[in-house]
Every structure is written in C-alpha cells, then in structure tokens.
C-alpha cells in the first residue's frame, strides 16, 4: 500500500512572532493597545522603542542561517560620506558636514528571501503592517513596493560599521538577529536637531565625543526596534571578532508603492529594477 503523501505544515505568523507577548495580530486587543501606547510613548521620550524577544528563537536561528547561506549573493557597500550622508570633496574638522565617516556592510535583498523565511511571513503579515503603523502614530502606513529593498538582511563583519549620520526617512524598523562578539553596538544622541535648529556645534561635538547624552542600545537577538532617526544622530560602532553581526531592515512608506529609486537600487543592493 502506498505511504500517504508527506504534507509540510504552512508557517504561522505565531510561529515567526511571539503573539502571547506581543499580541500584533489582535488577539487580546486591550493588551495590543496598551502595547501601542507603550511604543508610542518610549518614542516620544527618547526616539527609540525596543521590543525584546519579538521574534521566537527558533526564527532568529532561522533568519541567521538563511544570511549565512546567502551571504555570497549579498551586495557589499563601502563608502565615506558626512552625517548628512552625502560625499565630500575635502575634510574640514571644524565643520560638522566636513567631517569624513566610514560605512560598511553586505545586504541580502528581498527577491533573495525565501518564500517560507520568518523574515517574508513577518514582513508580509497585514497584522504586523498594522501594528507598527499605529506604534509610529501613521494614519497612512504601507509596505515598501521595492523589489531590493522591501525588507533585508544586513551583514556586518570585522571592522564594518554605520558611521555617525541622520536619516533622510522620518522612521526605521529593524530586528537583530545575530550581535558580533564585541563591537556592533548601535549608539544615538536623541533629537540632536530640529526642524528649525540643525545644531552645528552639538552635532560636532558628538562627533568628537564630548557632546553629553550618548545612549547605547541593547542588542538582544529577536528585538524588534523603532528608531526615529531623522533628527537624532546615531551609529553602528565597529564590528570586532569573527561572529557577523546581522540584523534585518523592514522598510514601510506612507505612500502605497513607494520605491527607491534606480541610483538608490544600484548602491545599495548593486541593481535596477527600472
């Protein structure tokens, strides 16, 4: 008699994130708002809100192997620019914007995550769109429409690192997954800027190192992070040691469709979808 044909259970959103701790998906909608709130308001007091054990351990073990494995599909960048990130001709020291900083990483892009990855289950789910939307108080939220950039893995070996900079997005979402053994530590100084005051003398001296207020951020693996980096200056310090630190990026819009463009595609991910 033939063996009855061998079935693979579909993967959950419960299987990828812990929903009894987080519950993202509505299931206990008193404890979902209160979890809203909770990111809302750590945002608002420091820029930052970190969710420890977001992704189960057995989906960090996975999205841990699954950069390892892809690692040499990955796109390297390795570039100089100023806080600004924008390229400078010449260094000037006395000049926030004339200050030279190194950054450096390989990226796995999204058409390379598989189709049952927790990262793709993650990032696909209605209910985490929805949940980090109403964290980051967006009336309009959506996934990023880029077939590169959509959601990522970021592989940081030794000496890679962020430099110091401000990002041109209002918000970022990450996840770590793997920290190195030494170095990797994610740094800001919170709303270092305004919209009305860029700071030259505080961001020069963070850049020096004697402005006052440099937070460092745990890097538990399956903590999932809201970081507002427009207006506060932040890093990656440099990886030591031979583990990778590895972190995934999920990238949201308030615009449906938003993409990057050709030129962002090519430097970051070493294609065009255009």
Known sequence: MASPAATTRTVALGDVIDLERYPVDGS???????LVE???????????????GFLRPGAVEALVA???????RSHRTDD?????FERIAEADPDDAAGLLEHSSKNAIAW????????????????????FIGDALSMSEFHRYADPFGAASLMLFGPGDELGWHFDRSPF??????????????YQYHHHLRSESDENPAGVLGALRGTQ???ITLPSEPGTLSMFRGHHSLHRVTPVSGERVRINAVLAYSATPGDKLNGLTQELFYGRRSD
């Open 111 to 130: 058409d390379l995550i598989g189709a049952d990855s927790p990262l793709r289950i993650a990032y696909e789910s209605e209910a985490l769109t929805r």
């Open 80 to 84: 100089v620019h100023n806080v600004y």
């Open 212 to 214: 006052a207020g440099r």
């Open 66 to 72: 699954e950069a390892l494995e892809k690692r040499d």
């Open 38 to 52: 909770y990111c809302r308001a750590a945002l608002a007091f420091e820029g930052a809100c970190q969710l420890p």
């Open 28 to 34: 206990d909608a008193p404890r979902r708002r209160a």
């Open 172 to 185: 970022a979402v990450t996840v770590m997954l793997q920290p190195p053994l030494a170095g990797g530590e």
